[in-house]
């Protein structure tokens, strides 16, 4: 990009999960939408805004890593996200950052840009695509659903750094996913801290789009995004009772045949002090209902192990419950004490070393569910999207594979293949995490809906 002398310049650091993603690409689309040049370092840059995660222990760390370097680098710093709702500890840290705002403060974080570096007198309206900024590949975008959570789980605060479930209404949803698939998305990855809580605080609030009243909730918005030429992937779903009715959905190709339900544990006693579902024997018997109807139905699931309490009959219970489970992907981190969780204050606090060991375990385990799962897959035949083109080969995803969090399809040797580009593979070999495939004809149109 070029920079105008007349241009204030402005940096960003984003970290994060894919919410916090989202909270920068509307905050840099504002900004860009007001004439602020956008520079990748931090010579260039005027002032550096730097979002920050404040989940765990490490993403503190990182954030306020990130917040020094960009001091020393720049000096102009502003910080925003999920770390801001401590100002206190941003500042006492780094007493000179110019502002501290909260997650998804967009109004705050663009008020101290222009009270830091005013923007410039003729914005560059005409330079914002339709779309926005997108910090994804131009072929995925990040839709994101809903903000903050009704969720009150002992190892969480994200209700209190990101308040309570606040939905968008359903037809600025679907509005800005048309807008993405229009500009060559041709992968949409649903998102909020609770998808599947989509539209509960909206009652009985209902839109008009394309002709059709729709009501705002989750299986209303599924289906009406299944009707957009790109594939629909849906993230973070808790397991709750309308679960049952998304599943049909993925089994008539509406949406992608992908659920990521964060179960976090499976021993009852630990559900039960985490605030969790805690029917364990349920949820193998609804992920077995699932699967009977949906037979090509991937299932993706996340675990805390050392939550305060936690035995090793705890442990070994979660265990077998992954045995029985064989879930596709799995995601697992140890305990972190949070400032301001309510496990905080429970007895039985585990070992970093026991919880260390614990994870590793849990990760053998599921490397060996991963590795034969795969290997099931030899010899069929998928719709792969292409991530990356390379001379010497191209690295996609199937359905079974979320970006960044999952799998590959690695496809050797060179193609006529773009990024964004579906192609229908073999597969000829596996691995652990990974597959390996051979093109056999280009991906029909109609793989886009599904």
Same mark, same amino acid.
């Given at each position: 990009m070029t920079i105008k002398p007349d241009q204030p310049q402005i940096g960003f650091v984003s970290l994060g999960c894919p919410k916090a993603t989202v909270d920068s690409e509307r905050i840099l689309t504002r900004l860009r939408a007001e004439g602020y040049g956008i520079v990748a370092d931090y010579a260039a840059a005027d002032l550096v805004v730097v979002n920050t995660c404040g989940f765990i222990d490490p993403a503190i760390e990182e954030s306020l890593a990130a917040i020094g370097e960009a001091l020393r680098q720049n000096g102009r710093v502003i910080v925003t996200g999920c770390l801001g709702a401590r100002a206190e500890r941003i500042r006492s840290a780094y007493p000179h950052v110019?502002?501290?705002?909260?997650?998804?403060?967009?109004?705050?974080?663009?008020?101290?840009? /222009?009270?830091?570096?005013? %923007?410039?007198? /003729?914005?560059?309206?005409?330079?914002?695509?339709?779309?926005?900024?997108? +910090? $994804?590949?131009? /072929? =995925?975008?990040?839709?994101?659903?809903? #903000?903050?959570?009704?969720?009150?789980?002992?190892?969480?605060?994200?209700?209190?750094?990101?308040?309570?479930?606040?939905?968008?209404?359903?037809?600025?949803?679907?509005?800005? &996913? #048309?807008t993405l698939v229009a500009a060559g998305v041709r992968e949409l990855l649903v998102?909020?801290?609770?998808?599947? &809580? =989509?539209?509960?605080? +909206? @009652?009985?609030?209902?839109? $008009?789009?394309? @002709?059709?009243?729709?009501?705002?909730? +989750?299986?209303?918005?599924?289906?009406?995004?299944? $009707?957009?030429?790109?594939?629909?992937?849906?993230? =973070?779903? =808790?397991?709750? %009772?309308?679960?049952?009715?998304?599943?049909?959905?993925?089994?008539?190709?509406?949406?992608?045949?992908?659920?990521?339900?964060? +179960?976090? /544990?499976?021993?009852?006693?630990?559900?039960? &002090?985490?605030?969790?579902?805690a029917a364990s024997d349920k949820m193998l018997e609804r992920l077995a209902a699932w699967r009977r109807l949906c037979p090509q139905l991937v299932l993706r699931s996340t675990f805390i192990v050392g939550f305060p309490g936690e035995t090793e009959a705890d442990f070994e219970y979660l265990l077998e419950f992954l045995r029985a489970a064989r879930l596709d992907r799995v995601g697992c981190f140890t305990y972190s004490p949070v400032p301001g969780a309510a496990a905080n204050a429970l007895p039985g606090a585990v070992p970093e070393p026991v919880k260390h060991e614990r994870r590793e375990r849990l990760m053998l385990l599921q490397a060996e569910i991963s590795r034969a799962k795969l290997a099931e897959r030899v010899g069929q035949r998928l719709i792969v999207l292409v991530d990356e083109a390379d001379d010497d080969r191209c690295v996609a995803r199937s359905h079974a594979d979320a970006p960044e969090i999952d799998g590959t399809v690695i496809i050797p040797g060179a193609w006529d293949l773009s990024p964004g580009d579906f192609v229908a593979v073999k597969i000829v070999d596996s691995s652990e995490h990974d597959l390996i495939g051979e093109p056999v004809e280009p991906a029909p149109e109609a793989a886009l809906g599904a």
């Open positions: 110019l502002a501290v705002t909260g997650a998804h403060a967009y109004g705050e974080v663009v008020a101290a840009v /222009h009270e830091h570096l005013p %923007p410039p007198a /003729h914005p560059f309206v005409s330079l914002l695509p339709p779309q926005g900024i997108k +910090l $994804t590949p131009r /072929h =995925y975008a990040y839709l994101k659903i809903a #903000e903050g959570c009704n969720h009150r789980c002992r190892f969480c605060i994200i209700p209190e750094l990101r308040g309570p479930l606040t939905s968008r209404p359903i037809g600025e949803v679907l509005r800005e &996913a #048309e998102i909020a801290q609770d998808t599947g &809580a =989509y539209g509960l605080d +909206l @009652g009985d609030q209902s839109e $008009t789009w394309r @002709g059709q009243v729709l009501r705002s909730d +989750l299986v209303a918005l599924a289906r009406a995004l299944g $009707t957009l030429p790109a594939w629909i992937r849906l993230h =973070y779903v =808790y397991p709750h %009772p309308l679960v049952e009715q998304l599943i049909p959905l993925m089994a008539e190709d509406t949406i992608l045949p992908y659920l990521d339900v964060p +179960l976090q /544990h499976a021993s009852p006693p630990i559900l039960k &002090a985490m605030r969790r579902p």
